[in-house]
């Protein structure tokens, strides 16, 4: 079992930055794909961006492409997500998720994924 808590969520003015964070419980962190999904209301949760177990490989949404970042320390059992340059358009509840990696594994996918937190909410003003 994974137990995700992110944090790092709030209200930021357009083209500021924020940066979520998201620790995890168990000893299997490391084995597992994380990955960031986002949501407003009435709107299906869609992909944001993910990172493999080792940090290896990356892959983001076109729409965040150039201005989040994905990272995570395994010492730490913490994925993060540092956003830049926040537009209003950016304005959802986050919420990180974990899978088992393995070869093949669609990232973007948010069916794939086993485990999720509560979310933290994202507000951009304009």
């Known amino acids: 079992q994974v137990h995700l808590v992110e944090s790092g969520g709030g209200l930021v003015q357009a083209g500021g930055s924020l940066r979520l964070s998201c620790a995890t419980s168990?000893?299997?962190?490391?084995?597992?794909?994380m990955g960031w999904f986002r949501q407003v209301p009435g709107n299906e949760r869609e992909f944001v961006a993910a990172?493999?177990?080792?940090?290896?490989?990356?892959t983001y949404a076109d729409s965040v492409k150039g201005r989040f970042t994905i990272s995570r320390d395994n010492a730490k059992n913490t994925v993060y997500l540092q956003m830049n340059s926040l537009k209003p358009e950016d304005t959802a509840v986050y919420y990180c998720?974990?899978?088992?990696?393995?070869?093949?594994?669609?990232?973007?996918?948010?069916?794939?994924?086993?485990?999720w937190g509560q979310g933290t909410q994202v507000t951009v003003s304009s």
């Open positions: 998720a974990a899978v088992r990696d393995y070869y093949g594994l669609e990232y973007r996918d948010r069916t794939k994924y086993d485990y």
């Open positions: 990172i493999s177990w080792s940090g290896a490989r990356t």
């Open positions: 168990g000893r299997t962190f490391s084995t597992h794909a």
